[in-house]
């Protein structure tokens, strides 16, 4: 909820991200998130900010905005091998092309997860292992275009679980994410004040606040607050399809999720 803030409030701003057209001194440039330096025939300083990436050629003194990522950046990182990443909301995991000074998106699907660290070995460069705004640690064994928890990809256990997956992607996933991580931020997300995103239904977010009989009721019946939330009862999802879906969200979350499932919440939050 606190980065969903700092950018509501950041993109408000609006026109002030406009002012930056030319090269602005280091004392204007907004707060840092991240920093990096980058060696690639002479040192480049980059800044991940809260109102984009920014560029420095001159040691730091004076800064330049790296044009269509005037949007809350998280994170910038270089690994052992020369590579460039970094994190924008809305734009999702870049890498930048060192050639061109142009960057590149790597993977926009991380749904409501942003990136705050990202690291790699010399050895194999191809496995990044990342921490989120919640502080977890996510893992990508192909260079960032896909990533799971640190215990490995999801597996599902039992037969229930696995129908309710398959029911997810077919109906929820567009919307809430693989593996439940949430609807990735959008520009529309992040200007308009009344949009309301699709949660993360993995242990992120507060759906294990809510009872199983809950949970089933929001599926079939849908939500008041968005048309989005549909009725899935009107799209032949059955109370047993429901349940085999609740069955699933839950193999998402952790041993404390479980255990504190419902009204318990509050306790377990103290």
Known sequence: MQYLQIFAAIILLGNSLIGYSAAIPSDQLPRINSFAIVDNAGEQYIAATDQGLFHSDDHGHTWE?????????TMVATTPQGTVYAFVAARGLLQLNLKTNQWLEVNNQLGSQVLRQLTTTSWTPARLIATNQYGKMIVSENYGIDWHQLSGPYQARTPT????????????????????????YTVQALTDKNYIQAPALDASAHAWHHTDDALVKLILEGSSRTPRMAAWKDADVSEHDARDLVAYIKSLWSKRELECQGPKHMQCMQ
Do not use: F, M, W
Not at 65 to 70: D, H, L, Q, S
Not at 174 to 182: E, I, L, P, S
């Open 161 to 184: 679980e696995k129908s309710g997956r398959d029911l997810y992607v077919k109906n929820c996933q567009a919307c809430h994410g693989k593996d439940g991580v949430g609807e990735t």
């Open 65 to 73: 905005i790296y044009e269509g990522y005037r949007l809350p950046a």
